[in-house]
């Protein structure tokens, strides 16, 4: 179990939109260290959907991990404001996405989602552009 707000910042990737895709995550404990990282291989896909599989593989492994409240950072705008309810979610294969994310962050006592700058997402970035080249973490 992890005690005080654990940080997730995720990033989705695409060559070409749709193209090959990659998901990327970065899991930090309250004091800021990586408690876990992942990237997954996501064959041809949007980079919206790229995004939304990267939030999911990041959640996925918050939950498993033991973080009970978590502060996600995404450098896209659309789906942090999509999650955040000041955006509604048109595609149906976004809307599937969505209703999964949903689902998971309601397994966490308290989860906020918040835009940063790119610069600052540059470790899930560089994981989810590995696993386009075939490395996976």
């Known amino acids: 179990m992890q005690e ?7 990033d989705g ?6 193209g090959a895709g990659g998901a990327g995550a970065v899991l930090l404990d309250d004091r800021g260290q990586v408690i876990w990282q992942g990237n997954e291989y996501l064959e041809l896909c949007t980079n ?3 995004e939304y599989r990267a939030l999911i593989l990041g959640l996925k492994a918050a939950r498993e991990r033991g973080c009970r409240n978590l502060e996600i950072c995404m450098d896209s705008e ?5 999650i955040n309810g000041s955006y509604k979610v048109k595609n149906d294969n976004l809307k599937k996405l969505m209703k999964e994310v949903r ?3 309601a397994g ?16 899930a970035d560089c994981l989810a552009n ?5 490395k996976k973490i």
Do not use: E, W, Y
């Open 4 to 10: 005080g707000i654990c940080k997730l910042f995720t």
């Open 13 to 18: 990737a695409c060559r070409g939109n749709p």
């Open 48 to 50: 919206n959907i790229a």
């Open 78 to 82: 659309l789906l942090v404001r999509q």
């Open 103 to 105: 689902a998971l962050l």
């Open 108 to 123: 966490f006592d308290s989860a906020s989602v918040k835009h940063v700058p790119r610069a600052q997402n540059a470790k």
């Open 130 to 134: 590995m696993a386009i080249d075939g």
